[in-house]
């Protein structure tokens, strides 16, 4: 592709919020007031020690960060390559990388004065970790979620209202994730005065794709350390699966400049790209929605069109701005995991390491077994296990049960 | 440049009332039923028609025109199709002004400079697109310009004086007051604070003001009409559409003259108002 390289990967994006062409602020009027307002209060939230300090404490002691840096020995042998790392995102509090976000956005929105707080969420991760943190810091939680994937993710719906938080069933669309952040969008509309809105992901209008990254990049920043703490080096190769991005770009952003570093990104391939699937780089162009220019699926009318994956943290027909930006300058190499290899990679990483994974991370695992084997034994792989299981034990059980009959 | 809308908002303004202007989704529920309402509308008394532009994900919609623009996708709309309506109603109005309304997405997978020239040939005076904020000019709104076409910003509750300027300085036909923080079909707007907004807008702009979101009657239209240079309504007519279709969503005998009958009687209330003073 004939693109200039950059001098750093890691500057964007520019005071519009674009990455390359990707970014923007494609939103109502009535919002623009507010992100304006927001992005000027995490400016100085940023140049706030005090800020930073309070958040260290809280991912430290509530979170239970640093998470470990965890060597895969079982797999690593049955793979026969690599020597595969997991970064245990899985074993912060809630259970996923969705908390260091939503900590320092209900951070940012106490600085602001919001009390109400508003979410969208796929598989019920962020539902989860919003509800969580709005319970901690007594603030009013919403929690807007596909009905296609309150009924597959129960164990988070019942979660969430457990902490609190109320959930409103999407009837509208095709009923998962992207009729999810619709419908956040329109209660943030009507609600703008009071209501702080918690993007799970690296998208939507500038600045969340970078205030997300940035809250997430802890992921990368601590493997760094850890990595060279170990193994006294960088690793060679990073993979991470993708539905909008948010855990791929906090493990891969800290290391986009180590140019060693091969860095793998795992979109879900539902039933095969060439049928109902959830890779909207491998299968989308560019095109606008929920505040932003990215990929997308879409019709030739530039009609969105219905994601597919086993995953409903995957379930969504775009992928954050800057993973688009990454995909046009190759940075980043995306590559995509279908359904079945997906099953077959949570079972497998469960037998192996007594670890159940959620069926989003599966998806990287999924690619790992292809890439680790054709690696040499001293390349060091890093997998983030964004993570666990739970959730989806009664949905696998279901499906296994079914496929065993 | 004068544009049909230009020529519409003069005409008014000599004849010392309000613009009343309608909203109906393109295709809404198929293209032939869609385009006879669009034919009825100006013989009905509207003097502005906006033409939605149906999207999957309309983010500031509510339920009415969500069910809409999905009822014209689920019968073939696109936008190109949208342009054949336009081009179809120019072959007998000459004069009422028509501006499209809708999403960036469709127009930038279209092309943007494709577009500008169809609708422009077409005969489109006009451009609403909800998620075009100023930061976001040069994408659709510079080029329209420059092709002829009309840009017509929202403004809202949420628009303060510190940043009106940028939402005034390349709009242009009349500015689309959005009278409530919220979608298309809530509450209700109130027509003493509207008055207020609108008196704030007019101290940095010459253009008309026409107010929409929330208005449902011909009271209500009647109301806004006399603290604004217009009224716009969408979801209640829409909703009038839709009572009159059969169990599958398909339009019947009712369909065009119940838009048409509602439109009558909002126009009914929009000239009845005392305009006020300029």
Redesign the interface.
């Known amino acids: 592709m004939n693109v200039v390289k950059p001098n750093s990967y890691r500057s964007g994006p520019d005071e519009?919020g674009h990455f390359g062409i990707f970014g923007?602020?494609?939103?109502?009027?009535?919002?623009?007031?507010?992100i304006l307002d927001l992005e000027k209060a995490y400016t100085e939230a940023k140049a706030d020690p005090a800020f930073q300090a309070e958040m260290n404490g809280y991912l430290k002691n509530y979170v239970g960060r640093p998470s470990p840096l965890y060597f895969a020995e079982r797999l690593t042998e049955h793979l026969g390559g690599a020597k595969i790392y997991l970064k245990r995102e899985e074993l912060n509090h809630t259970g996923s990388h969705k908390v260091n976000n939503v900590l320092g956005q209900i951070m940012l929105a106490r600085r602001m004065g919001k009390k109400r707080i508003i979410a969208e969420t796929g598989a019920g991760q962020h539902g989860v970790a919003t509800a969580t943190l709005c319970a901690r810091f007594g603030l009013e939680c919403i929690v807007y979620m596909g009905a296609v994937d309150v009924e597959r993710q129960q164990p988070n719906v019942i979660r969430m209202e457990m902490l609190g938080a109320t959930v409103v069933p999407v009837q509208?669309?095709t009923r998962t994730l992207?009729?999810a952040m619709?419908e956040a969008?329109?209660d943030w509309?009507?609600?703008?005065?009071n209501t702080f809105y918690c993007i799970g992901t690296v998208a939507g209008p500038h600045p969340y794709p970078t205030l997300v990254r940035d809250f997430q990049s802890i992921i990368g920043n601590e493997t760094k350390v850890q990595m060279q703490e170990i193994e006294g080096r960088l690793p060679d190769s990073l993979v991470a699966c993708i539905g909008g991005g948010s855990n791929a770009m906090g493990l891969f952003h800290p290391f986009l400049d180590d140019s060693t570093v091969e860095i793998f990104g795992v979109e879900a391939a539902g039933h095969g790209l060439t049928q109902l699937h959830a890779a909207s780089i491998a299968g989308g162009r560019p095109?606008?929605?929920?505040?932003n220019?990215t990929y997308?699926l879409?019709d030739?009318?530039?009609?969105?069109q219905d994601a597919h994956s086993i995953s409903a943290g995957l379930d969504y027909p775009g992928i954050g701005p800057e993973h688009s930006w990454l995909h046009e300058i190759g940075r980043v190499n995306y590559l995509s995991a279908t359904d079945d290899e997906a099953l077959a990679a949570f079972q497998l990483l469960s037998k192996l390491e007594g670890i159940i994974p959620a069926l989003e991370p599966a998806h990287a695992i999924a690619k790992v077994m292809e890439l680790a084997p054709k690696r040499t034994k001293d390349h060091l792989m890093v997998v983030n296990l964004s993570g666990r299981g739970d959730k989806d034990v009664p949905q696998v059980g279901d499906i296994l049960r079914g496929k065993s009959k | 440049m004068t544009t049909r809308i230009d020529t519409r908002f003069a005409e008014l303004k000599k004849a010392g009332r309000a613009a009343f202007v309608t909203y109906v989704m393109a295709g809404d529920p198929d293209l032939t039923t869609s385009l006879n309402i669009v034919k009825a509308l100006p013989k009905a008394g509207a003097d502005v028609i906006e033409l939605g532009i149906?999207?999957?994900?309309?983010?500031?919609d509510?339920?009415s025109i969500?069910a809409a623009g999905l009822r014209a996708?689920k019968n073939g709309m696109?936008?190109?199709k949208t342009l054949e309506l336009v081009r179809d109603f120019r072959k007998d109005d000459n004069v009422t002004p028509l501006v499209l309304m809708g999403?960036?997405?469709?127009?930038?997978?279209?092309g943007v400079d494709k577009f500008l020239a169809d609708a422009k040939t077409a005969g489109v005076d006009g451009l609403i697109i909800?998620?075009?904020?100023p930061?976001?000019d040069e994408e659709l709104c510079i080029p329209a310009l420059k092709a002829g076409l009309n840009f017509i910003?929202?403004?809202?509750?949420?628009?303060?004086d510190k940043?009106l300027p940028a939402?005034l300085a390349n709009t242009s036909g009349f500015v689309y007051y959005?009278s409530i923080?919220?979608?298309t079909g809530?509450a209700a707007a109130d027509a003493n604070a509207v008055g207020e907004a609108v008196a704030r807008i007019k101290r940095h702009t010459k253009l008309p003001i026409c107010v929409g979101f929330g208005i449902r009657t011909p009271e209500a239209a009647r109301a806004i009409a006399e603290k604004a240079n217009g009224s716009v309504v969408g979801t209640a007519l829409v909703d009038a559409l839709k009572n009159s279709l059969d169990a599958d969503g398909h339009a019947t005998g009712k369909t065009v003259n119940a838009v048409a009958e509602l439109t009558a009687a909002l126009a009914q209330g929009v000239k009845g108002a005392q305009q006020a003073a300029e």
């Open positions: 519009r923007g602020r494609f939103v109502a009027e009535t919002l623009m007031p507010l509208s669309g992207k009729d619709n969008l329109r509309v009507t609600n703008v005065h095109g606008v929605l929920h505040g220019r997308l879409m030739a009318d530039g009609q969105i | 149906p999207f999957t994900d309309p983010m500031a509510g339920p969500q996708l696109t936008l190109k999403y960036y997405n469709p127009i930038y997978i279209y909800v998620d075009l904020p930061e976001e910003r929202l403004a809202t509750p949420t628009t303060d940043r939402v959005v923080a919220g979608i809530a």
